[in-house]
């Protein structure tokens, strides 16, 4: 495919008698606009342009300024370097619309023209002849290299002029200062929801196509990200790296040691901008939102009906499945809500009870409490009836 080499300032390339059928060359040379085109098999790169510039002028015959215009990036330098273009229809109808018709056939990735994608292709093609002192990791570029160097050298030269924050490149403090400008750029074409980052919108996105492509070896449960796997994957393994310096409670998430924190030092930091109550976390914030707004997102797939809260959903759907989970230990009883319960209990203390004189558990009737008896190891129980009746006098003679 035949590129483009553009030129700085107003020069004009002619071609000499040297012709492009006489060279041997397929395409012209130049273009009415004094473009001048040269073979170029990889593409789409800055490279160097010492050896195109000599074959240029041994054909054409005429000396021009290595002073070099990028036609991408409006960058001009005056060392060997340029910027090859396709000169093809991808430049004069490259996509403006966010469409990325040209995808790397090795790992996926789209761009809006082939300049790019060839560009891209140089990360699966190219010889990485940088390598790593400390870990083996090499590089097609060694500004690459340098670049990785200081995650081992711990060096981070950039600073935030807000916060002080360090940051290892220029390119990470660009981000980082999007939080405290707000700036979000980056927006889903779904709903709209705005990002800083591009790898945040990207994995936002997987919401939208319900792509789940990391799954559990264990279990076989699916996840939009790899670190989400990750954390699952902790319960299986029981790992619980964020522990509580204050109390010693372990979590499996540093988000959960976070608010956990919050504990002890009374923290709220979310506050609601309608009455002014505030929360530990955001999501209590969000919940609570939902007093104002009247929103129910939790709706009931047999009835219909919606609920603002997820767990009055769950005690919902009870009714309809007949589920009675909550366990009276005197009776039997069972209740769907705890509530239930814990009213069917207080009933029973105003009614005569037997209890247990060795771990206090009341019954309802005498045979119950002499079977409960034989679950004391301590006890007699050969004699469940005598032993009761033995500690009942030792319990009489020890009394006042």
Do not use: W
């Not at 994608?117 to 500004?143: D, I, P, Q």
């Not at 936002?204 to 790899?226: L, V």
């Not at 809260?309 to 769907?336: A, W």
């Amino acid at each position: 495919m035949a590129f483009l080499l553009l030129l700085a300032g107003d020069v004009q390339l002619n071609p000499g008698p040297n012709t492009s059928a006489d060279a041997g060359i397929e395409g012209p040379l130049t273009n009415e606009s004094g473009l001048v085109a040269g073979d170029r098999s990889s593409g789409g790169v800055h490279g160097d342009v010492s050896e195109h510039a000599f074959y240029i002028q041994e054909h054409v015959g005429q000396q021009f300024d290595k002073t070099v215009l990028c036609g991408e990036s409006g960058m001009t330098s005056g060392r060997d370097t340029a910027c090859y273009l396709p000169m093809t229809s991808d430049v004069s109808t490259q996509k403006t619309d966010g469409e990325k018709p040209f995808s790397c056939g090795t790992c996926g990735k789209s761009f809006t023209n082939k300049g790019r994608l060839n560009v891209h292709m140089r990360n699966h093609t190219e010889e990485k002849s940088f390598s790593c002192g400390t870990c083996g990791k090499s590089f097609s570029k060694k500004v690459h290299l340098n670049v990785h160097m200081k995650i081992h050298t711990g060096e981070k030269p950039f600073s935030c002029g807000s916060c002080g924050k360090s940051l290892k490149n220029k390119g990470q403090l660009n981000v980082h200062m999007r939080i405290h400008t707000g700036e979000k750029p980056f927006s889903c074409g779904s709903c709209g929801k705005r990002f800083s980052r591009k790898d945040k919108l990207n994995k936002h996105m997987k919401i939208h196509t319900g792509e789940k492509p990391f799954s559990c070896g264990t279990c076989g449960k699916c996840f939009t990200h790899k670190d989400s796997l990750n954390v699952h994957m902790r319960v299986h393994t029981g790992e619980k790296p964020f522990t509580c310096s204050i109390c010693g409670k372990r979590f499996t998430q540093k988000g959960h040691l976070t608010q956990h924190m919050r504990i002890h030092t009374g923290e709220k930091p979310f506050s609601c901008g309608s009455c002014g109550k505030s929360f530990s976390d955001k999501g209590q914030l969000n919940v609570h939102m939902r007093i104002h707004t009247g929103e129910k997102p939790f709706s009931c797939g047999t009835c219909g009906k919606c609920f603002t809260h997820k767990n009055t959903l769950n005690v919902h759907m009870r009714i309809h499945t007949g589920e009675k989970p909550f366990l009276c230990e005197i009776c039997g009883k069972s209740f769907s809500q705890k509530s239930y319960l814990s009213q069917h209990v207080e009933a029973h203390a105003a009614e005569k009870t037997f209890s247990c004189v060795i771990c206090g558990r009341p019954f309802l009737s005498k045979p119950n409490l002499l079977f409960h008896m034989k679950t004391h190891p301590d006890s007699d129980s050969s004699s469940p009836e005598k032993e009761l009746a033995q500690r009942k006098r030792t319990n009489t003679h020890l009394q006042p």
